[in-house]
């Protein structure tokens, strides 16, 4: 057992943050998708089993070492579901709820460090893609090829709502009702996702 | 003359210096129309004049008190000619040229500072409205009533734009041509200066 080499006892909280600590650096430094829980372990020094004891899955794991407050994979159903053509508004609407929620604050949070900090900032970046565009590409089956662009565009769009909505605090992004700026913005999604973008 | 009563040369850096700080403070905390030049030279303990003589007009004073490397009075007449529906292409089209030149880097450190600090938020959010997004309101003569909401999304698109691009460094639009982002960006401006946004 390594976790008793190196003389972490599994339940205490050094080994939780050690886990914590060794995930942030595989994500940063090799992505969501190459990063393996198994190396995970090894660099934490403890058994791959105790990571999924604490953590589940590499998707849990990584939300806990990115400290992201929302679980895509219990918000996108909702945007998913349902009309094809409504996807963006859906995805505007559920990304306002979650940021207008108690929650954004965490949010804010991260985009500042993200913003400061190389490092969180392809956190963020992998997070964005893997956990929240991919699946909506996938969804929606967009061409492989036009993935990687058109998902951009969508983070352009929300990055920036997030922006002036929660942290440059523009008057009239900050204080519009959810229902303005999905109507406004919504479109704007679903034809980065969908429609004619050249 | 108050600049002799505080001890200040009138060509001295320090002078440079005590208007600056006072038209940074002036403009954050009062915004770009109310402060006024005379009011930020009582502060700094200078003559109106020497103002004047130092930075031209209240534009000047701002930009070089934000230290904004880039003059939107000499950028907007090229968005502005050219037909209405090709506002937004122009307006992502320059916005684009400027940051992708080197004084981007001076933008990206800018917009760092904005999210960290409260203070440097206010002063370019009044940038953004003052000297970006009214002329080109103005120019298109949107309903006075609308401009709040209409320059707040169109800032959504630009700083997210600015933030996937040069600070996240999100690879495809990093990477993308100009051309490819302006194909895709303008039409969201467009609309959200001019088009249905209900």
Redesign the interface.
């Given at each position: 057992m390594s976790a008793r080499r190196t003389g972490r006892r599994p339940g205490s909280p050094d080994t939780r943050e050690a886990i914590l600590a060794a995930a942030r650096e595989a994500f940063a430094e090799r992505g969501f998708d190459a990063a393996s829980i198994r190396a995970i372990a090894t660099a934490a020094g403890v058994d791959p089993a105790l990571v999924h004891h604490y953590f589940g899955g590499k998707e849990e794991l990584f939300r806990a070492a990115t400290a992201f407050p929302a679980d895509p994979g219990r918000l996108l159903p909702a945007v998913l579901a349902g009309d094809r053509d409504g996807v963006g508004e859906r995805l505007v609407r559920v990304f306002l709820e979650v940021w207008d929620s108690p929650v954004g604050a965490a949010g804010v949070a991260l985009?500042?460090s993200?913003?400061?900090n190389d490092w969180t900032?392809r956190l963020?970046?992998e997070f964005?893609?893997t956990q929240v565009l991919r699946p909506v590409l996938d969804h929606l089956a967009v061409d492989p090829a036009q993935r990687?662009?058109r998902?951009?565009?969508v983070?352009?769009?929300?990055?920036?709502?997030a922006?002036?909505?929660y942290?440059?605090?523009?008057?009239?992004?900050a204080d519009?009702e959810p229902a303005?700026l999905v109507?406004?913005?919504g479109?704007?999604v679903q034809?980065?996702l969908t429609g004619d973008?050249?």
């Open positions: 985009l500042r993200a913003v400061s900032a963020l970046r964005l893609v990687p662009l998902g951009g565009l983070a352009t769009q929300l990055a920036g709502l922006m002036m909505r942290v440059l605090r523009f008057d009239a992004v519009a303005t109507a406004a913005a479109p704007t034809r980065y973008i050249t």
